[in-house]
């Protein structure tokens, strides 16, 4: 059974670019979180989405940060133009639809903005 | 004001000791969930304990044990018989059941950098 799946693990990206991180949530799980956490940090969330719907998005930023779920496919947490303050790793979990279960998460896409 | 707060940024501990890392919270949720990560050097997170608001008894599991003080609101994570393999960043976060925002996510505290001594 495998465990919450990210890629790429590594991301390098030259300021203006656009950042595309996936994630694959594990099996039977329907609940996807982001979460980014900046070096010396706890994670900070970002946006929860189940399958087609953002839930709540209120740790985006307003402009730039995109997320979507689709009905088939990884989740895509989507990043235009970055900056460099826009380094982080970027840390995606899943959880079951019961209320309750822990968050198990991948092991994360470290971005480097150049 | 803080959600979750993590006293101790760092610990050196002796192998084989037992170690008890710090955590308080904040809540206003009579329904709640804590939870313990570990994130090694290699930077997964790896999920550890949880302990619900209405549990009785405190969490255990293998070498790892909640210390959850309700009244207080602290729930401090206990390794006993700590090995080297322990030296990693200890997160200590809570899911609110009934408040907005990241609805069933979690918030996470600063977390406490646990460096094993051999």
């Known amino acids: 059974n495998a465990g919450v799946m990210q890629n790429p693990r590594h991301l390098v990206r030259r300021r203006g670019q656009e950042a595309r991180l996936r994630c694959s949530p594990m099996k039977g799980h329907s609940h996807v979180y982001w979460y980014r956490q900046l070096p010396e940090e706890g994670l900070k969330f970002m946006v929860y989405?189940?399958?087609?719907?953002?839930?709540?998005e209120s740790g985006m930023p307003k402009e730039r940060f995109s997320a979507e779920f689709p009905k088939e496919g990884p989740s895509i947490l989507r990043i235009q133009q970055v900056v460099r303050g826009d380094s982080a790793a970027y840390f995606c979990?899943?959880?079951?639809?019961?209320?309750?279960?822990?968050?198990?998460f991948g092991n994360g896409t470290r971005l480097t903005v150049t | 004001a803080q959600k979750i707060t993590q006293t101790q940024p760092g610990m050196f501990v002796q192998e084989k000791e037992a170690v008890t890392l710090d955590c308080t919270y904040d809540t206003s949720d009579p329904s709640y969930g804590l939870f313990w990560y570990k994130q090694p050097s290699s930077g997964e997170m790896i999920f550890l304990i949880y302990?619900?608001?209405?549990?009785?008894q405190n969490a255990t599991e293998g070498r790892y044990s909640l210390n959850f003080q309700k009244a207080r609101k602290s729930a401090n994570l206990v390794i006993s018989a700590s090995q080297l393999g322990d030296s990693a960043m200890y997160f200590c976060a809570m899911r609110e059941d009934n408040s907005g925002g990241g609805a069933d996510g979690l918030t996470f505290g600063k977390g406490t950098h646990l460096i094993i001594q051999p």
């Open positions: 302990q619900g608001s209405y549990d009785q």
């Open positions: 979990a899943s959880s079951p639809p019961r209320s309750g279960s822990p968050l198990h």
């Open positions: 989405l189940q399958k087609e719907n953002i839930i709540d």
